[in-house]
Each structure stands twice: as C-alpha cells, then as structure tokens.
C-alpha cells in the first residue's frame, strides 16, 4: 500500500488510542523484528472482526509483544468472553505482561508461555474465533490442533498468508517460513469443511469459516 494512502486510511478510522501507540513505540524500541506487531489498521480490523462474530472465547498462537490480543480483547461484548493467547519466547513474557496489567482488559487475558503444541491439549476449551499469526512452518499442525477446538460457524484468521509476496516467487528458492505459508495455503484451499478468502491486507488475512 502507498504510504499516502495508508495515512489517509488510518485518518479516517478510529484511533488506536495511547495504550496501544506506547505498546507499539516500545515494540520498536526494544525488540527485534517490531514488524510483526500488528499495527493500527490491521489491529483495529481484528477489534471490528471480534465486534461482527461476537465470540465468547478467543484463542491467539503467536502473541509477540501483545498488540494484537489487546486489540482481540477489546472487541470481546460478552461479558465473561475472554482470550487465551500463547507466545513460545519466554524472553518477552514480562514486557507482556506488563502491558497487559495496564491495559482495562488484564481481567480478560489468560496469557501462556510455551509450545503452542503442547498448550492446546491442556486448555479444554472450545473456541468461537482463533488468531493465528505462530511460527509459520507450523501452520498446518497449529490448523489440525485447534479445529477441533473451534466451534461450528466459528472462525480462523490466519496472518502473513502472503508473506511478503514470496508465495508468487515462482522459481526461486524458498525459505522454510515461506515452504510452510504454501503448503497451508493449499491445505486451506483444498478442505471443504470450511469456506475461506484471503484479504491482502498488510502480509495477507486468511479469513476461515468452519461450515456448522
């Protein structure tokens, strides 16, 4: 997206409010790779997703430094709905939280450190909505893990479906990250349990619907 234009866009929708540009300055500050913090647009897309579907719980793999589950969060209308949300790097658990606390949805975060894969089992939950934006060689495991765990008509996003255009980097050779964004997207493509379209927004949306 043009520069101009994406100043336009972020002009014209809702602000992202102090919290969150603090958690997104200090994204940049201290940690590598601040690129994969959501963002302004693409994280007030996820609050007005949680707004439209109305889940009672979310599940996020992959919460880096938390900008997006506190976008998640502050979508949720029901009054119990709640997010778990799982970040593998121990490392960023503190700046984490610390966010989290400060924030007015601390009460509907349940934030866990570790393997996404061996998480899942322990939760016992269903799932009305499931962000996914982990490690991307996993997509296809972290997909077979949670759909059980999702309910009918519930929803996946999946982030950096796109990934930065090398899906159509055709003849050259891919990355490990890049191998698994493929195969997931033919994964998806193919699985007629659910209905899906991908929006390219930023490094690609996958919408996901699992058919009642």
Same mark, same amino acid.
């Given at each position: 997206?043009?520069?101009?234009?994406?100043?336009?866009?972020?002009? *014209?929708? #809702? &602000?992202?409010?102090?919290? !969150?540009? %603090?958690?997104? %300055?200090? /994204? *940049?500050?201290?940690?590598?790779?601040? @690129?994969?913090?959501?963002? *302004?647009?693409?994280?007030? !897309?996820?609050?007005? +997703?949680?707004?439209?579907?109305?889940?009672?719980?979310?599940?996020?793999? $992959?919460?880096?430094?938390?900008?997006?589950?506190?976008?998640?969060?502050?979508?949720?209308?029901?009054?119990?709905?709640?997010?778990?949300?799982?970040?593998?790097?121990?490392?960023?658990?503190? +700046?984490?939280?610390?966010?989290?606390?400060?924030?007015?949805?601390?009460?509907?975060?349940?934030? *866990?450190? $570790?393997?996404?894969?061996?998480?899942?089992?322990?939760?016992?939950? /269903? +799932?009305?909505?499931?962000?996914?934006?982990?490690?991307? @060689?996993?997509?296809?495991?972290?997909?077979?893990?949670?759909?059980?765990?999702?309910?009918?008509?519930?929803?996946?996003? &999946?982030?950096?479906?796109?990934? #930065? $255009?090398?899906?159509?980097?055709?003849?050259? =050779?891919?990355?490990?990250? /890049?191998? $698994?964004?493929?195969? +997931?997207?033919?994964?998806? &493509?193919?699985? =007629? %349990?659910?209905?899906?379209?991908?929006?390219?927004? @930023?490094?690609?949306? /996958?919408?996901?619907? =699992?058919?009642?």
């Amino acid at each position: 997206m043009q520069e101009e234009l994406e100043e336009y866009i972020l002009s *014209h929708i #809702d &602000a992202e409010g102090d919290a !969150l540009a %603090r958690l997104n %300055r200090e /994204t *940049h500050l201290f940690h590598l790779r601040p @690129r994969m913090c959501s963002g *302004h647009l693409q994280g007030r !897309l996820l609050k007005m +997703f949680v707004r439209m579907i109305n889940p009672h719980n979310i599940l996020e793999l $992959g919460t880096f430094t938390g900008y997006s589950a506190l976008c998640l969060a502050e979508g949720l209308i029901a009054p119990d709905g709640e997010l778990h949300t799982i970040e593998i790097d121990d490392e960023l658990e503190d +700046f984490i939280r610390n966010h989290f606390e400060a924030s007015p949805f601390a009460e509907r975060i349940n934030l *866990h450190i $570790g393997d996404a894969r061996e998480i899942l089992p322990s939760l016992g939950k /269903t +799932f009305d909505l499931v962000f996914m934006d982990a490690n991307k @060689r996993e997509y296809c495991e972290y997909y077979d893990l949670v759909f059980p765990m999702l309910s009918p008509g519930g929803f996946i996003i &999946a982030d950096n479906t796109l990934w #930065d $255009g090398k899906v159509v980097d055709w003849g050259k =050779k891919l990355d490990a990250q /890049t191998e $698994g964004i493929l195969k +997931f997207n033919d994964y998806i &493509a193919q699985d =007629k %349990r659910v209905e899906k379209v991908i929006i390219p927004l @930023r490094d690609g949306l /996958t919408i996901i619907y =699992k058919k009642p």
